[in-house]
Nanobody, 127 residues
């Protein structure tokens, strides 16, 4: 049974950093693109960053370019999202999702119900 579990969220001051983890199980990470998404109150869920099967390609939303970094550790079956220089507008529930053999571009526009999704982790950026 494919499963994703996010962790690492919390409360951080503006300018601070957090690292989110997405632990995967039940599938071969090399066959799945992984995406990080976020949903703020009253807003639609949006793709933040995605990494391709085998981890060769990555893409980022314009709002996070230069501040966030996606990476993966195949030995730990884990995908990370390092978030630096956090801003209040980064406040949201962050989700990771997996899509079988999807390109990074299509992964980052995946909808809820497409692929496998985690339960989410709350990130709050506030002073």
């Amino acid at each position: 049974q494919p499963q994703l579990v996010e962790s690492g969220g919390g409360l951080v001051q503006p300018g601070g950093s957090l690292r989110l983890s997405c632990v995967t199980s039940g599938f071969n990470l090399d066959h799945y693109a992984i995406g990080w998404f976020r949903q703020a109150p009253g807003k639609e869920r949006e793709g933040v960053s995605c990494i391709s099967t085998r981890g060769r390609d990555t893409i980022y939303a314009d709002a996070v370019k230069g501040r966030f970094t996606i990476s993966r550790d195949i030995a730990k079956n884990t995908v990370y999202l390092q978030m630096n220089s956090l801003k209040p507008e980064d406040t949201a529930v962050y989700y990771c999702a997996a899509g079988w053999m999807r390109t990074v571009q299509s992964m980052c526009v995946a909808k809820a119900g497409e692929g496998v999704w985690g339960q989410g982790t709350q990130v709050t950026v506030s002073s």
